[in-house]
């Protein structure tokens, strides 16, 4: 699956919040039926496209833990502790 760009999504979350309402105000949804397709929506789209929009990177196996651990600072006095 693609991922979706950033203003794309930001048009989907706030479509969906600034709709859902409206829906209520012309009587087309009662309040509470709001409330639940709100919470629906915020936990489809949520975890949804959030999983597309992980990068995918391989699993790290314990030898490229091990060997690529980056040493920036030199290892500290116990006086420094």
């Known amino acids: 699956m693609p991922k979706v760009p950033d203003y ?3 048009r989907i979350y706030s479509g ?4 859902l309402p409206l829906l209520a105000m012309y009587g087309i949804l009662e309040e509470q039926e709001v ?4 919470g629906l929506a915020g ?3 949520g975890t949804g496209l959030a999983a597309v929009n992980t ?4 699993r790290p ?3 490229t833990e091990l060997v690529d651990v980056p040493v920036d600072d030199p290892p500290m006095e116990w006086s420094e502790r």
């Open 35 to 38: 409330a639940l397709w709100v």
């Open 43 to 45: 936990a489809l789209l």
């Open 61 to 63: 196996t314990l030898r």
């Open 16 to 19: 969906i919040t600034f709709a």
């Open 8 to 10: 794309i999504r930001g």
């Open 55 to 58: 990068p995918q990177s391989p």
